[in-house]
């Protein structure tokens, strides 16, 4: 059996990582990556808690597919975005599209 | 001494987080996205040992199958063929260190403040069926409301993409 | 427990074997059946019947000095032709070739790993064949396979979904994600599933052939159009792995229609031999993929898209909503009326099709062939 805490210190650093990769990257698609690290975190810790507080339910592990629905939307949403952008302005670094209207 | 689940528990997390990191950090956006992909598959495996076959298989689908590959498909729109390019870091990033590095050990230390409930041995007969009785029963609203996000993004996902005709 | 142990190990190796020595028989066949198929003679110089000309390819391209062309990625170019040949080999573990045999008194299953969420496992395998040419095409650094990659990563992307909708009505139909479990329905229905679900059949079928990119679905790697598309680039063994990666792919697929829709090893007259049943409908479906090879010509890639996103996803969900309606209405009878349903639902896809068929060569003649241009 794996101790929970092992799950959460996994997902800590998963998450500090992601963060990390948020504020860090320029390129928006390597912060859509970065976002999606931090869901997968999440998705540890619900999976991980999931076999201790609700064993026969799995009330977590159901929790972590909505999660994942969200993320495969939001990545939808998002990589649309970015290629919008590129058409505009041919360039997805974040530090240059920073104006809010063009 | 650690028995056999928990070394391939540790092998793969050990392979997460490193995956992470060259996510985070390798400066040729494609080779970023094969970690990713990486990552996520390690994760699944992780999922499994976890006694979450079913999620661990849908992660699979999911991100290394479509959400990855989206973004790959994303990458060699947006690029030019031979890759990126120049810095992929901004060059305020020893600020971001401070912040992920502080929240990753206040993380740890609030979270090694309690004492986990120890895990219980998983019912046998795997998990799909009680998942998707959960789906259908107890949290039939949440699954409904999930199915209508995913088609609002599918609408606006084609409508922020599609090339506009004058 | 090392009985168990050995045994898998066995089967794993035996599946192994057997799957990479039908190789180049199929491409022989192939090779030959196309050939006849338009009046000409094909391999007949390297054994009887040309029987050894695919060993002659495959040592000729076995002993071709391995190149790394100047400017690739060399690592993605290498791991791509593993990637693509990987994922159809993994897949077949679950497969259930023959009903359990009793060896030494104790029983074993004709299958390497009885699964319980094998039919979710094999989509996940088959979700992951799409790198392969994602990873060559890119790391080729040439336009044309990166258009190729293109290309296929989102024909096998879009044609993913009508799978996943057509097998989840099997799914509905037989209450498990064991494949076991769907063989065993089979027998207890006393029917195969390709009655009650002959939509979802037709369906996969057409998927299938675009997810294998094979002809008239093969857009990625399209000759007339960009070269050789994903792997232009390679040559000498890494080539010959692309190639025998598409004929793996097709045994598995082969044996998964089979599981899936005609009964798995169970014998439809005559005595049950294990094996021999499950290889003849094998056989049968691969004969039917290189006979449409043969017979339809290319199509364009607007048409790809249109023929997977507005008539196949929508004819699936058509199929698992008439599914799941009959099943919850229909009691023990529902096996029944979806044998029924399921073909009149066909017939009113396919006549919606003709229609709108019509009604587009009414409305826009430039895109439909001038009259009387058949061949």
Same mark, same amino acid.
């Given at each position: 059996m794996i101790p929970a805490s092992w799950c959460v210190a996994l997902s800590a650093v998963l998450f500090s990582i992601g963060l990390f990769g948020v504020l860090a990257r320029r390129n928006a698609v390597a912060i859509l990556m970065s976002i999606e690290l931090m869901l997968n975190a999440a998705n540890i810790n619900f999976v991980a808690f999931s076999r201790s507080v @609700?064993?026969?339910?799995l009330t977590g592990q159901i929790f972590a597919i909505f999660v994942m629905a969200i993320a495969a939307g939001e990545a939808a949403v998002g990589l649309a975005i970015v290629i919008a952008l590129y058409r505009r302005? @041919?360039?997805?670094?974040v530090d240059e599209v920073n104006v809010l209207k063009w | 001494m650690p028995s056999v689940l928990q070394l391939v528990f540790l092998f793969f997390a050990a392979v997460t987080v490193v995956g992470a990191l060259a996510v985070v950090l390798v400066r040729n956006l494609f080779h970023a996205a094969l970690w990713l992909a990486v990552t996520f598959l390690s994760v699944a495996s992780l999922f499994i040992v976890l006694n979450a076959d079913f999620v661990g298989l849908s992660q699979v689908i999911?991100?290394?199958?479509a959400i990855s590959v989206l973004m790959l498909f994303a990458i060699m729109l947006t690029e030019d063929v031979v890759g990126a390019r120049g810095l992929s870091l901004r060059s305020a990033w020893p600020a971001a260190l401070p912040v992920a590095a502080g929240v990753c050990v206040v993380l740890v230390r609030w979270f090694a403040r309690y004492a986990w409930l120890p895990p219980q041995p998983p019912k046998p007969g795997g998990t799909a069926g009680t998942i998707g009785l959960a789906f259908i029963q107890k949290y039939l609203f949440a699954f409904e409301l999930a199915s209508v996000i995913l088609l609002a993004a599918l609408i606006g996902a084609i409508y922020l993409a599609k090339e506009e005709r004058s | 427990m090392l009985f168990d142990l050995i045994a898998s190990f066995i089967k794993a190796v035996l599946v192994f074997a057997v799957v990479m020595s039908f190789v180049p028989f199929l491409i022989w066949l192939e090779r030959k059946l196309v050939a006849w198929m338009q009046q000409r003679i094909g391999p007949n110089r390297t054994g009887p019947f040309g029987l050894l000309q695919p060993i002659a390819d495959a040592v000729k391209l076995i002993i071709k000095e391995n190149i790394f062309p100047s400017g690739v990625e060399k690592i993605t170019y290498f791991l791509a032709p593993m990637m693509s040949m990987i994922p159809a080999l993994a897949a077949f &573990?679950? +497969?259930?070739? %023959?009903s359990p045999v009793r060896i030494m008194g104790r029983t074993v299953n004709l299958q390497v790993a009885d699964v319980n969420i094998g039919i979710l496992y094999i989509l996940a395998l088959s979700s992951l064949a799409v790198y392969g040419a994602v990873l060559a095409g890119w790391s080729s650094n040439n336009k044309y396979s990166l258009l190729g990659g293109l290309r296929t990563s989102a024909q096998m992307i879009s044609y993913e979904l009508p799978i996943g909708l057509s097998v989840v009505s099997i799914v509905l139909l037989t209450g498990s994600l064991s494949l076991n479990e769907v063989v065993r329905s089979q027998a207890s229905h006393g029917i195969w599933n390709i009655f009650p679900q002959f939509l979802g059949f037709i369906i996969l079928l057409i998927s299938y052939n675009a997810e294998l990119n094979? &002809?008239?679905?093969?857009l990625g790697e399209a000759e007339s159009e +960009?070269? &050789? %598309?994903?792997?232009?680039e390679y040559s000498g063994f890494r080539f010959a792995m692309f190639y025998m990666g598409e004929y793996v792919n097709m045994v598995t697929v082969a044996a998964l229609v089979t599981v899936l829709f005609l009964g798995g090893w169970q014998a439809p007259f005559g005595p049950e031999i294990p094996l021999l049943w499950f290889l003849i409908k094998i056989f049968a479906f691969i004969l039917l993929y290189m006979w449409v090879r043969a017979t339809f010509p290319r199509v364009r890639y607007d048409q790809l898209m249109a023929l997977g996103w507005k008539i196949l996803v929508p004819a699936s969900l058509a199929n698992l909503a008439m599914t799941a309606v009959i099943i919850v209405l229909g009691g023990p009878n529902a096996v029944r009326i979806l044998s029924v349903g399921s073909i009149v639902l066909a017939v009113l896809v396919g006549l919606v099709l003709k229609a709108a068929v019509a009604l587009r060569t009414k409305s826009a003649p430039g895109l439909a062939p001038p009259a009387g241009a058949g061949s």
């Open positions: @609700s064993p026969g339910e302005r @041919s360039n997805i670094t | 999911v991100y290394v199958g | &573990a679950v +497969i259930p070739f %023959g094979r &002809a008239p679905f093969d +960009i070269v &050789a %598309g994903y792997h232009t």
